[in-house]
């Protein structure tokens, strides 16, 4: 069974920044989804196992970036600029993919294993 951890979450104020990170070893293609209190779980960004594709939601582009650790074994979510609205619980989640893959996946349901979340709130 694979975990996933996620860290790096807290209390910012608007127009902070926060770097979320989370641990994964295995060949994963991985992405971070958030759900807003009372709202459904979205999409936020996704990155290909070999790091080199990426994809962001229209709501976080540009202000975000997701990128791999060196080992591919840590991935992080650089957020800056943060907004109110992106106050959320975030979620880590990992695809098993062959070696090299550039694939990244948006769909939650794509996704085999998922991490249990870390709270970001930022105040106006």
């Known amino acids: 069974q694979v975990q996933l951890v996620e860290s790096g979450g807290g209390l910012v104020q608007a127009g902070g920044s926060l770097r979320l990170s989370c641990a994964a070893s295995?060949?994963?293609?991985m992405g971070w989804f958030r759900q807003p209190p009372g709202k459904e779980r979205e999409f936020v960004a996704s990155?290909?196992?070999?790091?080199?594709?990426?994809f962001y939601a229209d709501s976080v582009k540009g202000r975000f970036t997701i990128s791999r650790g060196n080992a591919k074994g840590t991935m992080f979510l650089q957020m800056n600029s943060l907004k109110p609205e992106d106050t959320a619980s975030y979620y880590c989640?990992?695809?098993?993919?062959?070696?090299?893959?550039?694939?990244?996946?948006?769909?939650?349901?794509?996704?085999?294993?998922w991490g249990q979340g870390t709270q970001v709130t930022v105040s106006s």
């Open positions: 295995g060949r994963y293609a």
């Open positions: 989640a990992a695809k098993l993919t062959y070696p090299s893959s550039s694939t990244y996946y948006t769909a939650a349901g794509e996704y085999d294993y």
């Open positions: 990155i290909s196992w070999s790091g080199g594709s990426t």
